[in-house]
């Protein structure tokens, strides 16, 4: 079945720095989303992304959405502390809702 | 808070034992699915319910079922349990469950322990 691959697995970030984690997937998917979720809590929904080539952004975080709808990207600029946590891509397929393994982001003060 | 109810919290049972975990989803949302998370790994989909009926199984072991209730609130059903089933359990609920609306909103989860 339908699956994406996250990279990196670990994200280990310097404040004040940027870094990209990426979603791919063999695949042509009808669309992508991505959730955060902290040490000890539970995903939160960050966007969905449906169009080919689309970009939203929120803040500092902006989201892609590749022109073949195989892969996205989650971009983070000028990284916090509070950014630290899992992100995970996600996809809807047919009922079901199937999720990546995961980026962990750590990041150094 | 995401508007999703997650009970009990915490579970701690013996080996062989059954449990039933519950979840209530945000008003209005029809979909609710769960899911396994294991320490340190992702979001495994076991199950996932559309206004009371099931649409798509994912990697639910015989020994789980769940439902869906007339007032959408659904139950996973744990039985015959194993060490290994220890994990946190996720319902997350969903306004539809195919095509543009499928977000989901997470409860809290339940950390279910075995020993």
Same mark, same amino acid.
């Given at each position: 079945?339908?699956? $994406?691959? @996250? ?8 404040? +004040?720095?940027? &870094? ?12 992508? @989303?991505?959730?955060? @979720?902290?040490? +000890?809590?539970?995903? $939160? &929904?960050?966007?969905?992304? #449906?169009?080919? +080539?689309?970009v ?23 990284? @916090?502390?509070?950014? #630290? ?19 962990? #982001?750590?990041?150094?003060? | ?12 049972? /013996? ?23 294991s320490?340190? !790994?992702?979001?495994? *989909? ?7 009926e099931?649409?798509?199984?994912? =990697?639910?072991l015989?020994?789980?079922? /769940? !439902?869906? *209730? ?6 996973? =059903? ?8 220890? /994990?946190l359990? *996720? ?12 977000? /989901?909103? *997470? ?9």
């Open positions: 079945g339908q699956q $994406v691959m @996250q990279i990196p697995q670990y994200q280990h970030v310097q404040e +004040g720095e940027d &870094f990209t984690t990426y979603c791919n997937s063999s695949t042509t998917l009808s669309n992508i @989303q991505w959730y955060k @979720q902290r040490p +000890g809590g539970h995903p $939160v &929904f960050l966007i969905q992304l #449906v169009k080919s +080539g689309e939203k952004k929120q803040k500092r975080l902006t989201f892609q959405f590749g022109e073949a709808k195989k892969n996205s990207s989650l971009h983070i600029t000028a990284t @916090q502390t509070t950014d #630290v946590g899992t992100y995970f891509c996600a996809f809807s397929n047919d009922y079901k809702l199937s999720f990546g393994a995961g980026t962990t #982001v750590t990041v150094r003060a | 808070d995401s508007g999703v109810t997650q009970t009990p919290k915490h579970l701690i049972t /013996a080996t062989g034992q059954r449990v039933t975990l519950r979840c209530s989803p945000r008003s209005g949302d029809l979909s609710v699915y769960w899911y396994q998370q320490l340190d !790994q992702g979001l495994q *989909f076991l199950i996932h319910y559309y206004n009371g099931e649409r798509a199984k994912g =990697n639910i015989e020994r789980f079922s /769940a !439902q869906q *209730f007339p007032d959408l609130h659904s139950e996973l =059903n744990l039985s015959s349990l194993e060490l290994g089933d220890s /994990a359990y *996720f319902c997350a609920s969903s306004p539809t469950g195919k095509g543009r609306n499928t977000e /989901a909103f *997470f409860g809290q989860g339940t950390r279910l322990t075995v020993v």
